[in-house]
């Protein structure tokens, strides 16, 4: 099953902080997180094991609480090279298919000068 | 640099005629490649997992008589769309697992069946 992201749609001056949502209904193994700019594949940006453990990737970081089996993106003084969107990837806990990965829906992050 | 290579980036066919798209790991070996499907401002949607020197493990819901899989080595997987129409237009794209467990992505293909 999917998880959920939220919110769908972003609009941030530059400058700007914004937080991004992925909700599971299942348990977590781990959790992804991609860029994707339009045209474009999707980009890494960080991965979060269980553990609960926070990661950081220049001012962009990331958490995952695995009790809720959510995991939140922070992006932190937005630029301009920001804008795209971005996708949670989860990889269920106990999965018979090791690395595979259920994509959320997206989230649509728009930045303005 | 690139870690994964797909080609062909753009494909436009006639309805009824097969398309291969093939996907390269550049930087190591890949025992697996997965294979994605994204239509149009949706979300990226697992077809299958393109197992070396095996049968591909499809997900539910995918024919696999229509996409073929073929992974003969370790750096390269195809996907073979057979008898293509227009609900098979598509952004394609295969990705390969990094040590770390990180996915990286090909460039993706688009294909267009008129």
């Known amino acids: 099953q999917q998880p959920v992201q939220s919110p769908q749609a972003v609009i941030l001056r530059e400058g700007e902080d914004a937080v991004i949502n992925c909700s599971s209904s299942k348990a977590l193994y781990s959790v992804h997180w991609y860029r994707q700019k339009h045209g474009e594949a999707p980009v890494f940006l960080m991965i979060l094991l269980k553990g609960g453990e926070q990661m950081r990737h220049e001012k962009i970081s990331a958490s995952f609480n695995e009790k809720k089996q959510q995991s939140s993106l922070y992006l932190t003084a937005s630029q301009l090279s920001y804008s795209g969107t971005y996708f949670c990837?989860?990889?269920?806990?106990?999965?018979?298919?090791?690395?595979?990965?259920?994509f959320g829906q997206g989230t649509i992050l728009t930045v303005h000068p | 640099g690139a870690v994964v290579s797909q080609h062909p980036s753009r494909v436009i066919c006639k309805s009824g005629t097969s398309v291969k798209i093939e996907c390269r790991s550049l930087?190591?070996?890949?025992?697996?490649m997965f294979w994605y499907r994204q239509f149009p401002k949706q979300s990226l949607m697992l077809m299958a997992t393109?197992?070396?020197?095996?049968?591909?493990?499809?997900e539910q819901g995918v024919e696999k008589d229509k996409f073929l899989i073929n992974h003969a080595s370790l750096t390269l997987s195809t996907l073979t769309v057979t008898s293509a129409h227009p609900e098979d237009s598509s952004f394609y794209i295969c990705?390969?697992?990094?040590?770390?467990?990180?996915?990286?992505f090909g460039e993706g293909s688009r294909l267009t069946v008129l």
């Open positions: 990837g989860t990889e269920e806990a106990g999965g018979t298919s090791y690395g595979k990965l259920t």
């Open positions: 393109s197992n070396e020197g095996s049968k591909a493990t499809y």
């Open positions: 990705s390969v697992e990094g040590v770390t467990g990180e996915l990286f």
């Open positions: 930087d190591f070996q890949a025992t697996t």
